[in-house]
T-cell receptor, first 120, second 109 residues
Framework: GAVVSQHPSWVICKSGTSVKIECRSL??????MFWYRQFPKQSLMLMAT?????????EQGVEKDKFLINHASLTLSTLTVTSAHPEDSSFYIC????????????????FGNGTRLTVT | GQSLEQPSEVTAVEGAIVQINCTYQTSGFYGLSWYQQHDGGAPTFLSYNALDGLEETGRFSSFLSRSDSYGYLLLQELQMKDSASYFC??????????FGSGTRLLVRP
């Protein structure tokens, strides 16, 4: 089946530094990937939609200059948390929509295993 | 705005049946999905309803009524390993997957 690899699975960084999280679709092409953030015991909140070859679309309230998204190829999207602060500590999860140029509403969505970010 | 409402917690005993409800209000609707998430893990897909009615997959069934903007997940023959959080999710008009508030299910012996 389709696999989405997310790396790293966990990371601890110091306040003020930047952290990059990678999301790869291993055996399928994904023109669209989604980035979610989840705080403990809360729901998954959509942060942004990552589109291959174009700018990401951010949800309301998400700072695009703080959460940099790059989707340079059909199999890789990256999320960089810039100048991280303790309040950015969270579980970040990516998902990839299966399908190259022929995406429809029922194209399967596959999730990575998530990255737990702790900012000290 | 968009909202998906679920009960926050449900407790049931092993072997029992439990139903988790979900009501939604979204901009566009392209199906209702259910996901299971264990603590510290990623969400795992359980089921998807695009049309009204019941979909059955083993011990899990999911129901949708589009006219009522309502669906539910039915878990039968509960096992201890079913203790987890369950999320309903709707694909909106942008094909984005919007998650509900989540229901923590605790299965007791």
């Amino acid at each position: 089946g389709a696999v989405v690899s997310q790396h790293p699975s966990w990371v601890i960084c110091k306040s003020g530094t930047s952290v990059k999280i990678e999301c790869r679709s291993l055996d399928f092409q994904a023109t669209t990937m989604f980035w979610y953030r989840q705080f403990p015991k809360q729901s998954l909140m959509l942060m942004a939609t990552s589109n291959e070859g174009s700018k990401a679309t951010y949800e309301q309230g998400v700072e695009k200059d703080k959460f940099l998204i790059n989707h340079a190829s059909l199999t890789l999207s990256t999320l960089t948390v810039t100048s991280a602060h303790p309040e950015d500590s969270s579980f970040y999860i990516c998902s990839a929509r299966e399908g190259g140029t022929h995406v429809s509403y029922n194209s399967p969505l596959h999730f990575g295993n998530g990255t737990r970010l702790t900012v000290t | 705005g968009q909202s998906l409402e679920q009960p926050s917690e449900v407790t049931a005993v092993e072997g029992a049946i439990v139903q988790i409800n979900c009501t939604y209000q979204t901009s566009g609707f392209y199906g209702l999905s259910w996901y299971q998430q264990h603590d510290g893990g990623a969400p795992t897909f359980l089921s998807y309803n695009a049309l009204d009615g019941l979909e059955e997959t083993g011990r899990f069934s999911s129901f949708l009524s589009r006219s009522d903007s309502y669906g539910y997940l039915l878990l039968q023959e509960l096992q201890m390993k079913d203790s987890a959080s369950y999320f309903c999710a709707v694909k909106d008009s942008s094909y984005k997957l919007i998650f509900g508030s989540g229901t923590r299910l605790l299965v007791r012996p």
